[in-house]
C-alpha cells in the first residue's frame, strides 16, 4: 500500500470499480484485494472489504462500506485528454458503462464517482486568460462532452 492515498468509498463493488478504472484508462492497475477477517455492518467474513488500485497514476484505496454515504461532485478525477477521440473514448466508457452525463465535461460513473473530462485545449485557453478563455468557456457552459473543434473554433474567435 502506497504512504498516501485517495479513499474512496464504495456500497459494495470496489474491485468491479476498479477493474473498470483498470481497463479503461493508462497508468492503472488494481492491486491488493484484502477480504473482511470478520463479520462487520455491511458485511460477512471473507466479503472483499478493500481494493487497492491505481486511476491515471493516482493511488487509491477502494473500501465497500455498505450504503451509509454516496458520492458527489465535490470529489471528481480530472482526465486531461490530448484531443476528441481520447475525450470521446474516455466519455463513452464511463457514460456506457452506466454512467451519466453531466455538464461542462463532467459525467459520472456507475458507483458514483464524478470524472472531469478535459481536453488539453480547453485548459490552454483558460491559462491564457482575456477574451480567448472567456470565448472557450462560454462554449464550454453549453456543452456536456466537450466539443474540440468547438473549443478550438471559439478560441480563435
Avoid at 492503472?28 to 462487520?40: L, T
Avoid at 475525450?87 to 464524478?114: H, P
Amino acid at each position: 500500500m502506497e504512504k498516501n492515498t485517495v479513499c474512496l468509498w464504495y456500497e459494495k463493488d470496489a474491485e468491479a470499480a476498479a477493474q473498470f478504472y483498470a481497463q479503461t484508462f493508462p497508468d492503472s492497475a488494481v492491486g491488493r484485494i484484502i477480504h473482511a477477517p470478520g463479520d462487520y455492518p455491511d458485511g460477512s467474513e471473507g466479503d472483499v472489504l478493500v481494493v487497492e488500485f491505481t486511476v491515471a497514476g493516482v493511488a487509491c484505496v477502494g473500501l465497500n462500506g455498505g450504503p451509509h454515504f454516496k458520492h458527489n461532485e465535490s470529489f471528481s478525477f480530472q482526465i486531461s485528454t490530448e484531443n476528441q477521440e481520447e475525450t470521446d473514448r474516455y466519455w463513452n466508457a464511463i457514460v456506457g458503462n452506466g454512467g451519466e452525463e453531466s455538464e461542462c465535461g463532467w459525467c459520472k460513473d456507475r458507483w458514483g464517482i464524478s470524472w472531469q473530462i478535459t481536453p488539453r485545449t480547453l485548459m490552454d485557453a483558460l491559462i491564457i486568460g482575456g477574451a480567448e478563455a472567456k470565448r472557450a468557456f462560454d462554449a464550454m457552459m453549453t456543452m456536456k462532452k466537450i466539443d474540440v473543434a468547438a473549443i478550438e473554433a471559439a478560441r480563435r474567435g
